[in-house]
C-alpha cells in the first residue's frame, strides 16, 4: 500500500468513528476554517522562509482534518437528518458541504419570520452590518464572515453559465458599474469621503471619490451583497416551504412594492460537482 492509499484509509477510519449531530455543526464549520486558516499562514511562511520538516508535518495533519471535516459535513448534507434548505444550498454551483452545513446551523428558518430578519441576523440589512464601539453586534459574527466567504465563492463561478448565482454576481455587477458610471452613487461617495480616514496609498480611490463614483472594491461589495441577500432569501423561503409555514415578503417588496423579485429555483443534485465542490471549498474556503 503506497502513501496516498494509506492516507485514505486512515481518512476512511477517522470519518467513521463519529457521527456528527445537528448541534455539532457550526462548531465543526468554525473548526474546518480555523484549521484552513492555519494551515495557509504557515504555508506562506514556509514558501518565504524555505521548507520546513515540522511544518510540513503539521500542515499535513491539518490539511488531513479538512478533508475529515469536509467529508463528514458532506455526508450530514446527505443524511436525513439535515433539512431541506441545506440539502438545496449545497446542489447550487459555488456552494459546497462547508458553507451549506455553516447557513443551516445558524439560521433558524422557524424562528425567523421574515427574510429582513435573517438579512439583519446575517449583517447585510443597513444599519445592521458594522461594529459600534461598547456596543453589542447587531448581527452574528460567524455568519456574516460565511456570506462573505459565500460572495467570493459565487465570483469563482460566476463565469459558468450553469451557476445561478454566479451568473447574478456578472449581472449584478454589470448593472454597479453602469449606475457608478451614471453618477447614481455621488452621495454614496461623498459619504465615504466624510466617514473615512485614507492613507497615502489610497489616493486612487479617494480621487474616484471625490469625482462622485465609487471605487471598483465598492462595486465588487455592493454586487456581492446583492447576490448574498437573494441567496439566503432562498435559503429560508425553500425551508420555510419545506415545513408549510409562512412567507412573507421583504420590506420593499410587499410594503414598499418594489419590483426585483427572483423566484428559488429547486434543482437536481449537480452531478459534476462531487469531489471537484469538496476539494474547492478546501483550498479556498
Known amino acids: 500500500m503506497n502513501h496516498q492509499e494509506t492516507r485514505n484509509v486512515l481518512i476512511d477510519k ?14 465543526v464549520v468554525e473548526l474546518y476554517y480555523d484549521a484552513q486558516e492555519l494551515r495557509i499562514k504557515h504555508a506562506n511562511r514556509e514558501r518565504a522562509e524555505g521548507p520546513g520538516e515540522l511544518v510540513s508535518w503539521i500542515a499535513y495533519w491539518l490539511e488531513l482534518g479538512e478533508k475529515v471535516v469536509t467529508s463528514k459535513l458532506k455526508n450530514w448534507i446527505e443524511s436525513t437528518q439535515s433539512p431541506a434548505e441545506a440539502k438545496w ?12 452545513a455553516g447557513l443551516s446551523a445558524h439560521i433558524d428558518v422557524a424562528k425567523a419570520d421574515s427574510i429582513s430578519a435573517v438579512w439583519k441576523f446575517a449583517g447585510q440589512a443597513p444599519g445592521f452590518d458594522r ?3 461598547s456596543i453589542k453586534l ?36 454589470t448593472e454597479e458599474i453602469r449606475r457608478n458610471e451614471a453618477g447614481l452613487y455621488a452621495l454614496a461617495a461623498a459619504n465615504e469621503l466624510t466617514s473615512k480616514k485614507f492613507k497615502a496609498e489610497d489616493s486612487i480611490t479617494k480621487k474616484r471619490l471625490l469625482a462622485g463614483m465609487l471605487s471598483d472594491a465598492h462595486l465588487h461589495a455592493r ?3 446583492r447576490v448574498c441577500k437573494i441567496f439566503l432569501a432562498h435559503f429560508w423561503t425553500i425551508g420555510r416551504q419545506a415545513r408549510g409555514l409562512t412567507i412573507r415578503e421583504p420590506y420593499a417588496i ?19 460537482k462531487g469531489a471537484s465542490q469538496i476539494d474547492r471549498e478546501t483550498q479556498n474556503g
Open 14 to 27: 477517522i470519518i467513521k468513528t463519529y457521527e456528527l449531530n445537528a448541534k455539532d455543526i457550526a462548531d
Open 89 to 100: 444550498a449545497y446542489d447550487q454551483i459555488g456552494i459546497g458541504p462547508i458553507i451549506a
Open 131 to 133: 461594529r459600534t464601539k
Open 138 to 173: 447587531p448581527y452574528n459574527a460567524r455568519l456574516k464572515v460565511l456570506c462573505w466567504k459565500m460572495g467570493e465563492s459565487f465570483v469563482k463561478v460566476s463565469g459558468k453559465e450553469d451557476a445561478t448565482y454566479g451568473q447574478l454576481y456578472s449581472q449584478f455587477k
Open 223 to 225: 454586487a456581492k451583497r
Open 254 to 272: 410587499a410594503i414598499l412594492g418594489h419590483d426585483g423579485k427572483i423566484q428559488a429555483t429547486v434543482c437536481e443534485k449537480n452531478q459534476n
